[in-house]
């Protein structure tokens, strides 16, 4: 589904990413981890196609298709769907009506009809309650106010909705409490289908005990340096990434 291939990618002159490859196939649950400023953001923001970096080298392609020269918006209404570190506030936009756009958007650029009303309100009332998120939550402001779970909580609400193809959450369990982890990591569970692909970063061994990975991959220095399944998780979380520092370095 997701294919990276020696992709380099810059902000000014500082070279950020330095040859990453990657795979990602339908089913399947990625995690990358790694140290902070290893460019792990850089990808995903890159895989969505945040202008602000240039891709240098490499090829970034979904389904065969390149990515290159299509816009985030059109990325988006391919299926890529990225959930951020630090998610936006729209003031004046409620939840519900943000969320109304972007699907219906989609719909129409995949030359699909919009989602008649009723529906739209059954599939909010479904995937609230499967993210246990209060009805009221709906129509504020999206993210104005919001405190830093109920902004990641709200951002996996979106994924429910948007149902895409190949979802990036970018530590999604920074700040959750326990039992928001536990919600938004069933909600994630219960998305994943044979046709979808779901690529997660994060710090924490802890969220990888939820959304169990088939694959976990090490960024460190703009390079996935150590492949490995789930165990690997673990590994890290015991010798610390000097480990890894010390073999890059042999
Ligand atoms: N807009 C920018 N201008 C300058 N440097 C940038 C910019 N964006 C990213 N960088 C740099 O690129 C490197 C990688 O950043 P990135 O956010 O991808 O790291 P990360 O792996 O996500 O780290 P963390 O675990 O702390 O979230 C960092 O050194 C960062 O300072
Ligand atoms: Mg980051």
């Known amino acids: 589904m997701l294919s990276i291939r020696n992709l380099h990618a810059s902000i000014g002159d500082k070279e950020i990413l330095k040859g990453i490859n990657l795979e990602v196939k339908a089913g399947e649950i990625h995690a990358i981890m790694g140290p902070n400023g290893a460019g792990k953001s ?43 570190q630090y998610p936006v506030e729209i003031p004046g936009v409620s939840v519900t009506n943000f969320i109304r756009t972007a699907i219906n958007e989609t719909r129409k650029a995949n030359s699909q009809e919009e989602m008649p009303a009723n529906e739209m309100l059954k599939v909010i009332r479904e995937k609230s309650e499967l993210l246990e998120i209060d009805r009221k939550f709906l129509s504020r402001s999206l993210n104005e106010g919001f405190s830093g779970g109920e902004k990641k909580r709200n951002e996996i609400f979106q994924m429910a909705m948007l149902e895409p193809k190949l979802a990036i959450l970018d530590e999604t369990d920074s700040g959750l409490d326990i039992d928001a982890l536990r919600i938004v990591a069933n909600g994630v569970n219960k998305l994943k289908s044979d046709k979808n692909a779901i690529v997660v970063i994060t710090h924490y061994q802890r969220l ?43």
Do not use: C, M
């Not at 240039?54 to 990515?67: C, Q």
């Not at 939820?210 to 165990?231: A, C, R, T």
């Open 42 to 84: 850089t990808l995903a923001s890159i895989i969505a196609g945040n202008e602000n970096y240039e891709v240098t080298a490499g090829e970034i392609s979904l389904d065969g298709e390149d990515l290159s020269e299509l816009a985030p918006e059109e990325r988006a209404h391919k299926g890529v769907f990225l959930s951020f």
């Open 208 to 250: 990888l005990d939820y959304i169990v990975p088939d694959f976990v991959h090490v960024l460190y220095n703009g390079k996935i340096v150590k492949s490995g399944g789930k165990e690997l998780a673990h590994e890290l979380e015991e010798k610390g990434y000097d480990w890894i520092k010390q073999e890059q370095e042999v």
